[in-house]
């Protein structure tokens, strides 16, 4: 048998791995995932395996000392789900494993927080009314605690403005005994909730959930795996904002706790908000709910994980990397607004939480929920060709109506009012009724910034970033020009910088967040008008703070980018205005349509989710494209049938599937040399193979933080022999100094 050699990441030098060999009598229990105590250097240290392997290029390899925990980090099921990642998204297990655990699991330096907890002793010996005439604080401790049973020193102190040595003194005589005790740290800081009852369904409401039932019952009498049998088929509900979608999950997930299994909602970032939780909270009040987003500090989140990996939350709500939370026998996963771009990962692994979800449930047989209001082209895809079970919401509850959607011509507007508005006549209007009748306003433009660039306009020499290969956005209110990519910044000019030129008269064009907010507070001086977008958000908790106060109606206008086109309840606002709609549309991207169309949609559901009728308002110069006109009709049937056609005609996903290679370079030379040898070794890899490989082309965004991109496009509908062909030319390369590879399998952007 050949030798087992562990790679460890130790805690003390933490960007390296180390091979150790694997003790026989350890054999069995070391895994990826498991931490063990290694010798380093002349003392021990604390590490966690990454891997396993039978080689080493090392000689003399040290032993492995012992195992830290019997509980391995990572589940079988996990293991097994990192290791189809590895093969899918051609990545290094151990940057899967990693992943899947968050970092304050697997470096362990933080630990539970243990703090002194009191609970009343023997009581017998007391003299209370002596006690309470001699040591009045000492008797309202002990009548504290024999109410409430036991609490937290500290607790204790705060609440009778008391000092330690009095507790000192009751443990002393026996009266009180002081233990250690782990206290959680909870994101919600004990909020309690009124509980919710389940709704009455609608019959479409109904069906989606019987089939979320079915898809339950028959996963938990699978046989689980990759190749298992008898799983059920994913669930996909398609229903408009406002059809009553997270009523079934919630009924979903009652479903699946009462057969005895676990849950996990994934919901994107965005739509964490602590209202969206609460909605869990209140309809199962005695069910510890675990949170994991990245807003956690580290030891909050290092004690919701461990709580879910030890039986005690059944239901975890999260973000992207949710899906690795590790509920023991997992019984449902929930992926709401299952096309939004941030389930995909933007570093390695590229993976998408979504489709991991289908995979993980698979493996852990559990039935697997997606939801959406816009379904990706990818899931709807599936829908129709049987892969998926499809439910249909296309009404909203209780018959709202949908919010009626004008599209204004901002060709004709342009020539009327002499070029260039922020506003459209028409936008301008409806907005002054909003504001007459006190109602709210949400402004829409997904740029930020003042101006989108900053221009010469006698020698046309325009501000670029001397990193990348885009224009510099001019920033109003800190005199500056941002790169968006790089985070690049300069003041802005006040003379062309062109030597020959050094003409005065900068003129800046294109229009971003900044300057929406600009015309709106001077065509309306009195209304209360706030801007939302990363450049707002500078400071913590201010978004939630604004959207409280939006909420309470302190502000009457709200102008964001999409920040604030998803997901959010705003039942006074009955008018959404889309400043440029045409913005996605231009992108280099065969999905530009599918976005548009999605952010549309999304945008328009956050108007009229009260009792008054929403108005839309979309402003574009190309209103008779598709994806505009089948989003004023609220009609996503249309959009998919004539988006899928013209994704059959040129083999673009989902009719195809997608390998993106990005070669990178601070020398373009080079970046190019290596793109077109790979480029070509690949394509003698897939030759009789049905797949389509494109030339090697800069990327769109050309250079980047002044690395030079060059992409290769590999498309195939066989994917799993289109990754082992990336796989394989990948295999062993050694790039030279300063060139990296990027893979990116099922790539969302071909920025
Ligand atoms: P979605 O998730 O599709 O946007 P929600 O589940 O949030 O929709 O439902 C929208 C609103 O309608 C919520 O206030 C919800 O409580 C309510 N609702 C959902 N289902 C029902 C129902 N069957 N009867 C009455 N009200 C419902
Ligand atoms: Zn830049």
């Known amino acids: 048998m050949p030798p087992l050699i562990a790679k460890v990441v130790v805690d003390l030098a933490l960007n390296r791995e180390f091979d150790y060999r694997v003790p026989e009598a350890l054999a069995d229990q070391v895994r990826p995932g498991s931490r063990v105590t290694v010798p380093f250097g002349r003392r021990m240290a604390q590490g966690y395996v990454v891997g396993l ?248 989140r290092h004690d919701q994980w461990h709580k879910i990996r030890q039986g005690q939350a059944h239901i975890v709500i999260g973000a992207r990397s949710a899906v690795f939370a590790p509920v023991p026998s997992l019984g449902l996963i929930v992926v709401d607004e299952e096309h939004e771009t941030s389930y995909k990962q933007e570093e390695a692994p590229r993976y998408n939480a979504r489709d991991v979800a289908v995979v993980r449930a698979r493996l852990e047989g559990a ?140 003129r800046y064009a294109g229009m971003g967040t900044e300057k929406v907010e600009t015309a709106i507070q001077t065509a309306f001086p009195h209304a209360r008008v706030q801007r939302m977008d990363t450049d707002a958000l500078q400071r913590k908790n201010l978004y939630r703070e604004i959207l409280r106060e939006f909420r309470q109606g302190k502000i009457d206008i709200l102008v964001g980018t999409q920040m604030i086109a998803k997901g959010l309840h705003f039942p006074n606002v009955t008018l959404v205005g889309i400043i440029y709609a045409d913005m996605a549309l231009h992108l280099p991207d065969f999905r530009a349509g599918e976005r548009t169309f999605q952010l549309l949609v999304q945008v328009a559901g956050r108007a009229g989710r009260g009792d008054i009728e929403g108005e839309v308002i979309v402003q574009s110069f190309t209103p008779f494209h598709p994806a505009i006109q089948f989003a004023r009709q609220h009609d996503y049937r249309g959009f998919y049938e004539q988006e899928i056609e013209f994704r059959e005609q040129l083999r673009y996903p989902p009719i195809t599937r997608m390998v993106l ?32 490989l494109s030339e090697v082309v800069p990327a769109p965004l050309a250079r980047i933080e002044g690395w030079y991109r060059f992409q290769i496009v590999a498309r195939s509908e066989n994917i799993l022999a289109l990754t082992a062909a990336v796989h394989d030319t990948l295999q062993g390369q050694r790039w030279p100094e300063g060139v990296t590879v990027q893979v990116d399998v099922d790539p969302i952007s071909l920025l």
């Open 53 to 300: 392997t039978d080689h080493s290029d090392r000689l003399h390899l040290k032993e492995i000392h012992s195992l830290v925990t019997k509980l391995p980090l990572l589940t079988d099921r996990l293991l097994e789900l990192t290791r189809w990642m590895a093969r899918y998204y051609v990545c290094p297990v151990e940057l899967c494993v990693k992943t899947a655990l968050p970092e304050v699991v697997r470096k362990a330096r933080i630990s539970w927080k243990e703090r002194e907890f009191a609970r009343p002793g023997n009581l017998a010996g007391v003299d209370w009314d002596k006690l309470r005439r001699r040591a009045p604080k000492q008797a309202q401790v002990l009548e504290l605690l024999q109410r409430e049973g036991g609490l937290f020193v500290a607790r204790i102190c705060e609440q009778l403005k008391t000092d330690h040595a009095t507790i000192k003194r009751l443990a002393a005589k026996g009266w009180i005994i002081l233990t250690d005790r782990i206290e959680e740290r909870d994101p919600f800081g004990g909020e309690v909730f009124l509980p919710t009852e389940p709704l009455p369904l609608n019959p479409a409401q109904q069906h989606a959930l019987d089939l979320c039932q079915q898809a339950i019952d028959e996963a938990a009498k699978a046989r689980p795996g990759l190749n298992g049998s008898g799983l059920p088929r994913p669930v996909l509900i398609h229903g408009v904002t406002g059809s009553g979608k997270t009523e079934v999950y919630l009924q979903a997930i009652a479903h699946c706790l009462h057969s005895g299994r676990g849950c996990i909602v994934l919901v994107p970032e965005i739509s964490l908000t602590p209202q969206t939780v609460e909605r869990f909270r209140a309809r199962f009040p005695n069910q510890t709910i675990a949170v994991l987003h990245s807003h956690l500090s580290a030891g909050e």
């Open 661 to 692: 290679l990005t070669v990178r370079s601070r020398n373009e030379e080079k970046a190019h040399f290596i793109a077109r040898a790979l480029a070509k070794d690949l394509a003698t890899r897939l030759t009789g193979q049905p797949a389509l």
């Open 367 to 506: 039935a697997v929920v997606l939801g959406s209001a816009t379904p990706s082209l990818e899931s709807y895809y599936n829908a129709q060709r049987g892969r998926y079970r499809l439910a249909e919401l296309p009404e909203r509850v209780d018959n709202k109506k949908m919010p009626l959607i004008r599209i204004v011509d901002m060709r004709q507007e342009a020539q009327r009012q002499k070029g260039v508005h922020v506003l459209s006549n028409r936008l301008y209007q409806a907005i002054r009724d909003r504001l007459d009748r006190r109602e709210q306003v949400i402004l829409f433009l997904n740029r930020r910034g003042y101006a989108t660039h900053c221009f010469c306009p006698k020698c046309g020499h325009v501000m670029k970033c001397p990193q990348c290969s885009i224009a510099l956005t001019y920033h109003r209110r800190d005199q500056r020009l941002l790169c968006h990519l790089c985070q690049h910044q300069q003041p802005a000019p006040s003379a062309c910088p062109n030597p020959d030129c050094r003409d005065p008269a900068i």
